[in-house]
């Protein structure tokens, strides 16, 4: 059953051979429950070297994802490649080396929590919508903000703060 898990090595053989390199291509539909979204992990490719020492065997690792998350600040999808290391020690006692929980940790921590599809985005209008990178609308966005209302109030009526609530 375990033996049969691409993800899952037995120990005597890996020190028989005295190390391994293994290069792995993972279907992402595998991972999609580690994502918010299902549909975020499009590729994964996975690098595993162990090496063997007097009484363990290091597991030194690599993923390399690619992902479609949405940008922060205007919500449009964008595509992105990340890739993480991860190192592990299995003690000579064990018969399996079983790595599917690391690389599911390590995928599902690859992404940062915040993207921009561009440092520069502009994000969206915050009166009209609009995505600010690609379309121009005339609204004025100064006036949709409650802290700048309140200075036009103060800038009419100097001397006057309390007049605001006085209806
Ligand atoms: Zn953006
Ligand atoms: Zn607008």
Redesign the pocket.
């Known amino acids: 059953m375990q033996e049969n898990d691409p993800l899952v090595f037995r120990y005597a053989d890996i020190k028989a051979e005295g190390g391994r390199n293994v290069k792995l291509a993972p279907a992402p539909a595998a991972y999609a429950d580690v994502f918010d979204s299902p549909d975020t992990l499009k590729k994964l490719r996975l690098e595993l070297d162990f090496s063997v020492g007097g009484d363990s065997i290091l597991l030194e690792g690599r993923i390399y994802a690619e992902l479609e998350l949405i940008c922060a600040r205007c919500g449009d999808p964008l595509a992105r490649a990340f890739e993480d290391s991860f190192d592990e020690v299995y003690p000579d006692s064990l018969e399996y080396i079983d790595a599917r929980e690391l690389i599911r940790e390590t995928v599902a921590l690859v992404a940062p929590i915040k993207v921009l599809c561009s440092d520069a985005c502009k994000g969206r ?1 915050l ?2 919508g ?1 995505n600010r990178n690609s379309k121009t ?1 005339g ?1 004025r ?1 100064d006036k949709a903000s409650p802290f700048s209302a309140l200075k036009d109030l103060d800038l009419k009526t100097p001397g006057k703060p309390g007049k605001k609530n006085s209806k």
């Open positions: 209008c009166v009209c609009v609308c609204c966005t």
